[in-house]
């Protein structure tokens, strides 16, 4: 599985005191600082394969782009994602489809520029589009410019794609160098013969390259474009290209144009040592200012243009260090001038290492990425934009740790601190702070973000925001987010604590319903007032109800939780009466036991349930009720990740009547994915049959409606369904109460998750209800 572009870095923050010191006063925000409490975090896509970058149409429309080649749409009046089109890439060593911006006029003209990796030519294509309605005219390609790229080695290709307030086009370009071999985690200077791909002088330092460059350029109507005034070298200047604005940068992967002033800003992913060395310092990543064009010295010099050394690596002698006043590229693989422009500093940087000028960054993983520049308008407030507060603030994050920090900028645009983004949203991606991060989430109900990938704000002043997820590969979790800061009253957070309740008809157990667990966010009193659905008795007035519920059937017990400004929100349970969860166990294999790696497991599994009876005496109409899954975590404990589809289905009970690639009772899940995977309106439509119930495509037997599910929850499930395909590998699961379950050969196997669930009859017309068992065993 292919990595995102700015990976084989693993990077933390200190800014420097120096900085700190050396600039103007404190910028005094307007305002209080904002509540945490009153930042609100809406989920609007999951399950994103591989992310890229993601911008906001005029109309609202908001387009993001896959590392592998495809254009998504996200329709906010619907919540509909409909694929634009698919480009055909290169997706090795971190090449692919990069990154993308729609014209000023995009809703005039549809003109969306790409730039990606092509197959058939070593480098990046910078091609104008066309889109018509929600579909990408492949046919419409004007490519404007192309660069040369080596790909006998990974890695480094930058992909932010930008326009800025008067009208240029820039993208950012990694070095195109493999960090490792002989470099030890510093400047990356081999210019011995045949290993150019681990000299960035070839690159960064190379007036005569666009890679490890920022360009800019102004395109025009017919497709071409001209160089605007101000980039780093005039046209006409021997041995260089007037595209550049910036050049010396590594990996500049997340990079972004302030709407208002034009300054660019970029995260600069930095080299690997974990210390200084004889050879120049240890590795830092940064976050870059350039409010004019420039040189920021990469590779020889880094952070606050700390020098590194000029080093042979034949002889393994030490040169002199570099001269940030007067840097020169003497390198065999250099092209283009030797005396180059000054160096400049970075803005911001960090090393893996903790610093005690900001502790609160802590130590660990580097992944610099810097996000818009906040530009606060009166309307917002009505809107629920971002407050004044944050007006003129960078926002930047780091991918890999991960934060999300302001940096504070007076009015000319310089450095005064960095501040906290806000404790609305949980941050974290690995280990300890994960598992932490996942309780805390499910606890309070707080978004968790694993990678935050990239960031921009709506003409409303809402934060849209992309997460890549947990892992470096694919993830499930892969999410886009709309952050929203509301003024006055707040709405209470109504918090039902039971999914589903069961009620027993016959009075051998009491009941109730709670909603103890909501809260009004500005700390005020709650009222209550439960209504049983169908119907709309009144239960009760207080937190938590009696129920009393004599006739079988499934209803809905609603409360709708009031503050004392009169604002209000509902919670809701399902509640199942007259009939009784079954009880599962495994007899076969014991939990905490062992299995071989490549060979079967056999499984046994008994079920017990009040109203179907007991498997030992049923075992066959039972086992046909009974699913067993398996899932294998990795070494260090971390499952493999399920599609939050298949996640919901399992909860459900759509597993009884279908399978991913057999007929059921329904038909499979493929059959469903081939037949509407086209046709237009199929997200809808399935929706509502989902929702509602149905008969006759398929056959005789109907469909149970589902009006327990929300359609939120519905679309999750139904977009894990359409992407299928034949032959593709998803998910495996057995049905029966006996059986056996094929284990994979690995040299490094990982635990065995095996989970049973049994969905029961139901007791008329109360509805079905589950068990589940679940055993983990070890590998030999």
Known sequence: MKLPPHMMMKTYLALSLATILSGPLWAEPVGKLPEDFRFQVERLVEGIAQPMGMAIAGDGRVFFNEYRGKLKVYHPETGKVTLAGELTVFADQENGFLGFALDPKFTENGWIYCLYSPKGFDGQYLSRFTIVGDVLDLGSEKKLLQYEEQRQQCCHHGGTVAFAPDGCLLWSAGDNTHPHADSNGYAPLDERAGRAPWDAQKSASNTMSLAGKICRIRPKADGTYEIPEGNLFPVGTPQTRPEIYVMGCRNAWRMSVDSVTGIVYWGEVGPDANSDGPRGPRGYDEINQAKKAGNFGWPYFIGNNFAYVAYNYQTKALGKAFDPQKPVNESVNNTGLKELPPAMPAMLYWPYAATSEHPEFGAGGRTACAGPVFHWKPEFEKGEGFPRYYDGCLLFWDWERPMIKWARLDGDANLVGVEAFSGAMLVANKGEALTKAREESGRTGKVLIKRPLQAAFGKDGQLYLMDYGETWGANADAQLLRVKYVMGNIPPVARVREEVLVVDDRGADEASVSAEDSKDPEGGELSFEWTLQPGGGV??????????????????????????????????????????????????????????????????????????????????????????????????????????????????????????????????????????????????????????????????????????????????????????????????????????????????????????????????????????????????
């Open 539 to 780: 239960l009760g007035k207080t937190a938590k109800v009696p129920l009393k519920i004599a006739e079988r059937g499934n209803y809905v017990a609603e409360v709708r939780v009031t503050d004392g400004g009169g604002a209000s929100s509902k919670g809701r349970t399902r509640l199942v009466v007259g009939n009784q969860s079954p009880k599962v166990k495994f007899e076969e294999p014991v939990d905490g036991g062992f299995y071989t790696p490549g060979e079967p497991v056999k499984y046994r599994v008994a079920v017990s349930d009040r109203e179907d009876g007991e498997s030992g005496v049923k075992g066959e109409a039972m086992g046909s009720r009974t699913m067993v899954s398996g899932v294998f975590q990795r070494a260090k404990g971390k499952g493999e990740v399920l599609d939050p589809g298949v996640t919901r289905m399992k909860q459900s009970d759509c597993f009884n009547c279908h399978a991913p690639e057999q007929r059921v009772v329904g038909p499979s899940l493929l059959e469903i994915a081939d037949k509407y995977r086209n046709q237009a309106g199929a997200l809808e439509l399935l929706t509502k049959k989902v929702r509602e119930g149905g008969s006759g495509v398929w056959g005789a037997v109907p469909m149970l409606p589902h009006g327990q599910l929300t359609d939120d929850e519905i679309v999750i499930m139904l977009r894990w369904v359409l992407n299928m395909k034949a032959g593709e590998k998803g998910p495996v699961f057995l049905r029966g109460l006996t059986g056996e379950m094929a284990t994979p050969k690995s040299d490094k196997p990982g635990n065995l998750v095996i989970e049973a669930t049994y969905t029961d009859e139901g007791r008329a017309p109360a509805g079905e209800l589950s068990g589940r068992a679940t055993i983990t065993l070890r590998p030999k």
